[in-house]
């Protein structure tokens, strides 16, 4: 809050001293110099029209200001937003130029048309100026808050080592203890437990990992979980396509929804049924769905999984993702990432 008061404060020094500036500099129309009791007096006539006229360029060129740093710093420096401040640069200097010819009822010189060009020319390379160099510091802002999270993040696991190595060991040593032959789904989960410690343990401590793991941690996480219902009470769909299956993605950022989807789209005794769509078809994006009833609509509460990774997508693809959540009777989650 404080910021915001002292860029206000700033701002309105910045319109005042430079309005004075140029409305001083370029509305006279005459001097002439008097001499009274031996002692030289410069006065100087200012024509009305002629300020009026400056003015009038002053505002459009506070316009283009604020329009060109509205759309530089909600869209950044893409295609689109350059073409169309480009294009409000260009009208300004239109609507400058028929200033030049408007009088405002005075007589008075026409304001020459390169000092109103001029003008709007001035406002318009300052407000790129400072949209950039607020754009650098949002962007120095973020790279730092990213540092700070991925330290917090690796003091954690630090923290958590001792517990997952001693569960991952754990059940290496009970996989051993029990035979195939005997009881080989049992054998199964075991493997697929240990799977999913192995990559919580190595694989997060990367900071990218290749799709197809990512895929693969999932499709061990939702068979262990499809242990906890009959053959008649679940039913997963796992669809992917496309052969860009090396893509590098962080860890970690599907597996809330599919949590989320065996919480409150499942229910005893009841057939549940859970579509998810992996779209690997596009170099460098991927393109994730997943979709299920809400079964229990009144335990879903904040969603706080969900928030924490809207908060990672948010500092770790800027501009570069696009995450979509619609909840009816269904709840459907669609994530489109680009990779580089």
Excluded at 41 to 62: D, E, F, P, V
Excluded at 200 to 224: A, G, R
Excluded at 288 to 293: G, H, L, T
Aim: glycine fraction near 4%.
């Amino acid at each position: 809050m404080k910021n915001r008061f002292i860029e206000i404060i700033l701002h309105s020094i910045f319109w005042l001293t430079t309005g004075w500036l140029l409305t001083n500099s370029f509305s006279v129309q005459m001097k002439y110099m008097r001499i009274v009791e031996g002692v030289e007096k410069i006065h100087t006539i200012r024509n009305n029209g002629l300020i009026l006229q400056i003015l009038s360029c002053i505002t459009i060129g506070a316009i283009i200001f604020y329009t060109t740093v509205w759309l530089l710093q909600h869209h950044e420096l893409k295609k689109k937003s350059v073409f169309f401040v480009l294009l409000i640069f260009g009208t300004g200097i239109l609507f400058a130029y028929f200033i030049t010819v408007f009088d405002f009822g005075f007589k008075h010189p026409p304001l020459p048309s390169a000092i109103a060009f001029g003008i709007v020319t001035f406002y318009f390379t300052i407000s790129v100026a400072y949209s950039i160099t607020k754009l650098l510091y949002r962007n120095h802002e973020r790279q730092q808050q990213l540092i700070l999270d991925k330290k917090q993040t690796e003091l954690t696991l630090l923290r958590n080592q001792l517990q997952p190595h001693f569960l991952f060991n754990a059940l290496n040593n009970l996989l051993s203890m029990v035979k195939p032959h005997e009881n080989l789904k049992l054998v199964n989960s075991f493997e697929r437990l240990s799977q999913l410690l192995r990559y919580v343990i190595e694989e997060t401590q990367s900071e990218k990992v290749s799709i197809q793991k990512e895929i693969s941690f999932l499709e061990n996480y939702i068979e262990l979980q499809k242990l906890r219902f009959t053959e008649d009470e679940i039913v997963v769909n796992l669809n992917i396509e496309g052969k860009f299956i090396n893509q590098k993605i962080e860890p970690g950022l599907y597996i809330t929804f599919v949590e989320n989807a065996f919480k409150y789209g499942t229910e005893p005794e009841q057939t549940s049924v859970i579509d998810i769509y992996f779209d690997l078809s596009v170099e460098n994006n991927i393109s994730f769905e997943i979709r299920n009833k809400v079964m229990m609509p009144n335990l879903m509460g904040n969603n706080t999984g969900i928030e924490s990774t809207r908060k990672r997508l948010e500092l770790i693809y800027p501009n570069k993702h696009q995450l979509l959540i619609k909840q009816n009777e269904n709840f459907i989650v669609t994530l489109n990432i680009q990779t580089q």
